[in-house]
């Protein structure tokens, strides 16, 4: 099978009490990243600070201190599922993917509920290219997800729409994509959508002529 061009949606789960953006997320559209910011979660004022702290090493790119930071804030509030979401996340981007793994998978038997944990494990094995593990755990974050957070919603149904073209399923692509751009509350997520919805589409085209 011919894959499609590997693209994907990468999202870093971290919260902040700064306004950093008048909706909460940031965006990087050179490397397509979304950056999530929440304004509750953390409860412990100082382990909040030292995790701040680790946004900004974050946003220079500085993956090395943030995880410093980030770890930290698990010493002082430990079993916090957005911190260790953002200690996943940045031994990813140090290329660390099973560790990174490895933190996630243990951050389900914390929270089970927690959405961007399928989100950003999802995503780590579509770096690596596992395509099917990727449909299988966002497919479970699916059945989670719910109209309260669209933002988050939409990047795991667009995410899911391209693990779905990446496994050569272009009708399952196309219907998650579609699921994406309609309840996408932010331009930049439903133009990218609506690339991966192309894509979809020039597959399923393809596949019709043989």
């Known amino acids: 099978m011919k894959r499609v061009s590997y693209i994907f949606l990468i999202i870093l789960t971290f919260i902040s009490c700064k306004e950093r953006s008048k909706n909460n997320i940031k965006y990087k559209t050179e490397s397509r990243e979304v950056l999530f910011f929440e304004n509750s979660g953390i409860k412990n004022e100082q382990a909040r600070e030292i995790f701040i702290e680790g946004l900004d090493y974050v946003e220079i790119e500085n993956f090395e201190s943030a995880k410093r930071k980030f770890i930290q804030a698990d010493e002082i509030e430990s079993k916090n599922p957005i911190i260790l979401n953002a200690i996943s996340q940045t031994e990813i981007r140090l290329g660390n993917v099973a560790k990174s793994n490895e933190i996630l998978l243990k951050t389900f038997l914390i929270d089970s509920l927690y959405l961007p944990t399928y989100v950003n494990l999802g995503q780590n094995y579509m770096q690596i290219r596992d395509y099917e593990k ?42 998650y994509s579609m699921q994406a751009i309609e309840i996408s509350q932010d331009k930049k997520i439903t133009d990218f959508a609506s690339k991966v919805k192309k894509q979809s589409e020039e597959g399923l085209l393809k596949q019709n002529r043989k």
Do not use: Q
């Not at 693990?163 to 219907?175: I, P, V």
């Open 134 to 175: 990727a449909k299988e755990i966002l497919l479970k974050g699916k059945k989670l997800s719910t109209n309260k957070n669209l933002h988050m919603k939409s990047v795991l149904l667009l995410n899911l729409s391209i693990a779905y073209n990446n496994l050569g399923d272009f009708k399952s692509g196309l219907k």
